[in-house]
C-alpha cells in the first residue's frame, strides 16, 4: 500500500516567466511583467507559485497552463520549489499553455523511473476528429488545442496507476457583447467543450475501462475542465454538460467515473445535488456590472477499481498556513485554487 498526494493545478501562464523558445530554457528577468499578469513581476509570480507548492508539499503535480518545454518547466521546479523533482511537458503545436507532470523523487515514495510518459502527439484517439454537437446529422470537425497529458505513475510498494491531465476549450467569455454575438459565442464555446468531452469518453475512456490491457490499471481523469455540474443556458440547448460527458452515463454504471471533490459534500448536499460549497476559480461578468461569479471547473476523476475508494480527502486550497487566504498571502500566484487528493493503491 503506498499513499501518494496528487495536486491538480491550474497555474496561469507559466509560459510568460520564461524567454524565447529559440534559447536554451531560462527564466525572464525578475523585474519583467508578465504579459497576461501585468500586476505582477516575473519574481513575484514564481515566488508565489513556489510558496503554494511548498506549503502543500505534493508528491506529485498535474500543472495546468505549463511552459512549452520539459526544461522550463524542470528549471523551475529545481530552482524555487523544495525538493528533487521529475517533469514532463506535454507539448502542443502552436499553444502556449501546455499540461505537464511533475514527480517528487527525493522521499522514496516511486520507483525509478517514476513515471511512463505516452506522448498524445502520437496517439490517434487525440488527433482531430468529427462529432455531431448538435444532433443535426452534420458531423464538424474539433481538435484538443492543449494536448492531453498521458502518464502512468509507479509508486513504490503500491499499484500503478494512469493519469489523462487535461485542459478543456474555455467557455469564458471576458467582454461585453451585444446579446446575440454573446449566445452566439457562448453556445459555441460550450459545443466545442461537449465534442472535446465526447471524444475523451468514446474515444479514450470507455476503451481503457472495457480493455483487458488497461481495465484493471487505475485511472485518474484531471485537470481543468472548464465545466461544472449540470446545465447552464447554453448546455440546455445541447442537452449536455462537459464534466457530466466525461464522468459517464447513469445507463453503463460500470464505465463511470467518480468525482473526488463530489465525494467530499455533506449527505444533504450531495442528496440536493448542492456544489455551492465547492469553487475552484472565481471571475468577473462584464455584462452583470462586473460582479464575482465562483465556479467549479477543476476536477479530479477517478475508476472503480472494485476496493472501495482510492482517491480520497479531497481539498481545494483556499486557506493557507496561518489562516490566511490563498490570494492574500500569494496574490501573484494563480487565478485557480489547487486541488489535493490522497491516491492509495
Not at 514527480?103 to 515514495?109: E, M, P
Request: charged share 25%.
Amino acid at each position: 500500500m503506498s499513499e501518494i498526494k496528487l495536486v491538480v493545478w491550474n497555474m496561469e501562464w507559466m509560459n510568460d516567466l520564461f524567454g524565447s523558445n529559440d534559447l536554451p530554457p531560462a527564466f525572464k528577468a525578475d523585474q519583467d511583467t508578465p504579459f497576461h499578469t501585468p500586476g505582477s513581476t516575473v519574481k513575484e509570480r514564481r515566488m508565489d507559485l513556489a510558496g503554494i507548492l511548498n506549503e502543500i508539499a505534493a508528491d506529485l503535480v498535474v500543472v495546468v497552463e505549463g511552459p512549452n518545454r520539459t526544461g522550463e518547466l524542470e528549471l523551475f521546479f529545481t530552482h524555487d520549489v523544495e525538493g528533487d523533482w521529475e517533469v514532463q511537458v506535454q507539448y502542443s503545436k502552436g499553444q502556449s499553455q501546455n499540461v505537464g507532470i511533475a514527480v517528487r523523487v527525493d522521499q522514496n515514495k516511486f520507483v525509478d523511473p517514476p513515471f511512463k510518459f505516452f506522448d498524445t502527439n502520437n496517439l490517434p484517439e487525440f488527433d482531430p476528429f468529427l462529432v455531431d454537437t448538435d444532433d443535426d446529422e452534420i458531423q464538424e470537425n474539433y481538435k484538443f488545442e492543449r494536448r492531453p497529458l498521458y502518464i502512468e505513475a509507479d509508486p513504490m510498494g503500491g499499484e500503478k496507476f494512469r493519469i489523462l491531465g487535461l485542459h478543456l476549450k474555455s467557455k469564458g467569455i471576458f467582454k461585453a457583447f451585444e446579446w446575440s454575438k454573446w449566445w452566439q459565442m457562448a453556445d459555441a464555446n460550450r459545443r466545442k467543450i461537449l465534442a472535446q468531452a465526447t471524444q475523451l469518453r468514446l474515444g479514450f475512456i470507455e476503451p481503457y475501462l472495457s480493455s483487458a490491457e488497461t481495465m484493471n490499471i487505475p485511472l485518474i481523469v484531471c485537470g481543468d475542465i472548464n465545466d461544472g455540474p449540470g446545465l447552464d443556458a447554453s448546455e440546455k440547448r445541447l442537452y449536455g454538460s462537459g464534466i457530466e460527458r466525461l464522468m459517464g452515463t447513469v445507463w453503463n454504471p460500470g464505465m463511470c467515473l467518480r468525482n473526488a471533490l463530489f465525494d467530499t459534500l455533506s449527505d444533504d448536499d450531495r442528496s440536493d445535488l448542492d456544489f455551492s460549497s465547492l469553487s475552484t476559480t472565481s471571475f468577473k461578468d462584464p455584462i452583470m456590472n462586473n460582479v464575482w461569479h465562483r465556479v467549479w471547473i477543476d476536477h479530479v476523476l477517478y475508476s472503480d477499481k472494485g476496493s472501495g475508494i482510492w482517491v480520497k480527502d479531497a481539498k481545494i486550497w483556499v486557506d493557507m498556513e496561518g489562516g490566511k487566504r490563498i490570494w492574500e498571502k500569494y496574490k501573484h500566484a494563480s487565478d485557480h485554487f489547487p486541488v489535493e487528493v490522497t491516491v492509495s493503491t
